[in-house]
């Protein structure tokens, strides 16, 4: 970050002396900005671009072209960006660890990308995958995007109607899948599930399977399917070539969660992932060549994604799969120990598991390599930064948030800065981010995320929607006289410039007409020793919202005086206003597959609504006892 900012002030002859100068000079030089990063980034083009940022006719965010004329492609990209040293560690339950260096991806993505012309997949056409976190994954995505193709993906717990209300809509031509996978030291066979998908998904012309874990499931697997084993062994001559695209040419489609609905198709661009993924990883993240990364995702989860653009910068990557805790807590921060790895991506939700464990890994673990810890996927609690800074070490906590629509983050970390506790140090570089109010900018109140600037990493557009009017209508009419993007994040902002996340906006609390984030009641109960996870919802009621409370407690611990414990805390550390109607004990709580509550779904079961495309969520059996709940209240 400080080299980026002494390269601005060098080129533009300018001094910028703070994060925070460099900040409003990206904002305000916008298209000055994304042209130093793309020449300081080392972004390799094919051709030259004839302006980096040319404004839409209208004005509009919407219509804005990037980098117009330059060509290039995501696979070059990546594949240049490691140095002879960079290696993939596969580490997946059941299984051998497996490294793969430069010239052995190199060599797989040349012979897959072959096969993938073979079967007719050319410039535009998709290729799926159903797969766990390996370096099998990293080279069916290397490998489409060097043809030119589009990839999108999700991991293989996935049931038969989530992976076909993804892939169906998209058509893919080739499906990677894996035959099974471990977790939780339990063999969960896919080959079932992936005959069954295939009956519905018409396009697809060749399976390529991973054996997984047990190579004997893979002989109950169609004779058709073809081993990427055997995929390795076949005698392509092709040369690996890097079709030129063009910035905005599509690369991954995403899905939302899908949740209250059939899942929305995000297609985003190869240039603007690229870049903005550059920026991410190496100024804000501080990772540079002979880093070592592991980010705990699946290949469902956007953080896939950006995890694998970390091969742009040349750092390692360590693609953990399985269950963090299996046979023990301490056993994914054995990984980070035994990889000598030095940024550590993952969620509140594990970094709470391993707190409340009692598992402390400094004191168990050579821990000195990490000095980055990133966490995303929910709101960071003030508390858990004081955890990690004394169970984990004097890291730099980089609380990120962002989003699948956007494949990257509005406000992460900054390794230039000061942390406080319970915000995320900075908006990005670039991103112009503001919490409004009544349609106005603000510090200090709760408020709306939007973001008054385009950014290269907008979406192309949702798939199927020609006219723009699902995009336009997502992010765009929230503030119709207003061409801003409305997230659907609630924050706040503080007089120096951090920013608290308090859940999703269209899930905030509205009792008696103040609105209440959710976060704000989860930071207070789940720090009580007998609580361990929790959710909360509003529940119309007489024309008004009362606030219902789930509680996943220790041991089945929740008994009246818990329950006044619990609102007693509430009213003495929030407001009487946040203090739960009712407070349930609940034995699971509902999440999506990639780690986040689902309080939209809890609020549509309590309202006695059904919670469409259950193949979302991860455990979607535990709505049941809200459903049972509901019906007593």
Wanted: glycine letters at 8%; a negative charge; charged letters at 20%.
């Amino acid at each position: 970050m400080a080299s980026f900012k002494d390269y601005v002030n060098e080129a533009e002859g300018i001094n910028l002396k703070t994060y925070w100068d460099l900040h409003r000079w990206s904002i305000d030089e916008s298209e000055a900005f994304w042209q130093h990063l793309s020449n300081f980034s080392r972004v390799t083009w094919q051709s030259p671009y004839k302006r980096a940022l040319t404004p839409a006719p209208d004005g509009n965010m919407l219509g804005v072209k990037w980098f117009d004329g330059g060509m290039l492609n995501f696979a070059e990209n990546l594949l240049s960006g490691m140095t002879s040293n960079t290696k993939l560690i596969s580490v997946a339950e059941g299984t051998e660890d497996r490294i793969c260096s430069k010239a052995d991806l190199i060599e797989k993505v040349r012979i897959c990308a072959a096969h993938l012309r073979e079967q007719g997949v050319g410039i535009g056409d998709r290729v799926a995958g159903v797969l766990p976190n390996s370096d099998i994954a990293i080279v069916g995505m290397l490998a489409t995007a060097s043809i030119g193709a589009i990839w999108s993906s999700c991991s293989p717990d996935f049931g038969v109607q989530g992976i076909v209300d993804r892939f169906a809509q998209i058509e893919p031509k080739v499906l990677f899948v894996t035959a099974s996978y471990k977790y939780g030291g339990k063999l969960v066979n896919c080959v079932a599930n992936v005959e069954a998908s295939l009956e519905q998904l018409p396009t697809v012309k060749s399976v390529l399977i991973d054996p997984g874990p047990e190579g004997s499931v893979l002989q109950k697997a169609s004779k058709a399917w073809l081993s990427f084993d055997d995929l390795m062994a076949q005698d392509y001559k092709d040369e690996l070539i890097f079709e030129p695209m063009p910035f905005d040419a599509p690369l991954y489609i995403m899905f939302s969660s899908g949740t209250t609905g059939v899942p929305k198709c995000i297609v985003h661009s190869i240039g603007g992932t690229l870049i903005q993924h550059k920026k991410e990883l190496s100024l804000h993240s501080n990772l540079r060549e002979g880093s070592t990364l592991l980010y705990f995702t699946t290949c469902g989860w956007m953080m896939w994604n950006w995890m694998a653009s970390a091969l742009s910068v040349g750092s390692n990557l360590v693609l953990f799969d399985g269950s963090p805790a299996y046979p023990e807590v301490s056993r994914l921060w054995e990984v980070l120990a035994k990889y000598r790895v030095d940024t550590f991506g993952t969620s509140p939700k594990f970094l709470a598991a391993t707190e409340k464990s009692s598992f402390v890994p400094h004191d168990k673990l050579d821990l000195s390599s990490l000095t980055c810890l990133l966490s995303t996927g929910a709101p960071l609690l003030p508390e858990q930064f004081d955890w990690i800074l004394s169970a984990v070490g004097d890291v730099h906590i980089a609380s990120i948030s962002g989003g699948t629509d956007i494949i990257s983050c509005f406000m992460l970390g900054c390794p230039l800065l000061p942390v406080y506790r319970g915000e995320i140090q900075v908006p990005g570089l670039g991103m112009a981010v503001e919490c409004w109010v009544d349609g106005k900018s603000t510090t200090g109140q709760k408020g709306e995320l939007v973001c008054t600037k385009p950014f290269p990493s907008m979406p192309v557009g949702f798939w199927n929607d020609p006219d723009q009017v699902k995009y336009r209508d997502a992010y765009f009419e929230f503030y119709p006289d207003q061409e801003v993007w409305r997230h659907g994040d609630y924050i706040a902002v503080s007089d120096h410039g951090g920013i608290t996340v308090f859940g999703r906006s269209d899930a905030t609390l509205n009792p008696g007409g103040v609105r209440i984030g959710t976060a704000e009641i989860y930071r207070v109960v789940e720090n009580l020793p007998f609580v361990e996870d929790s959710i909360a919802v509003g529940r119309q009621c007489d024309g008004d919202v009362e606030i219902i409370l789930f509680v996943k407690a220790k041991l089945d611990q929740l008994g009246e005086e818990e329950i006044q414990n619990i609102r007693q805390l509430v009213r003495s550390k929030l407001t009487p206003r946040h203090v739960p109607r009712h407070v349930f004990a609940v034995r699971e709580i509902p999440y999506t597959r990639s780690g986040k509550k689902l309080e939209i779904a809890v609020t549509r079961v309590i309202h006695g609504e059904d919670v469409p495309n259950q193949g979302a969520i991860a455990n979607p059996s535990s709505l049941l006892e809200y459903k049972q709940i509901a019906n007593s209240l």
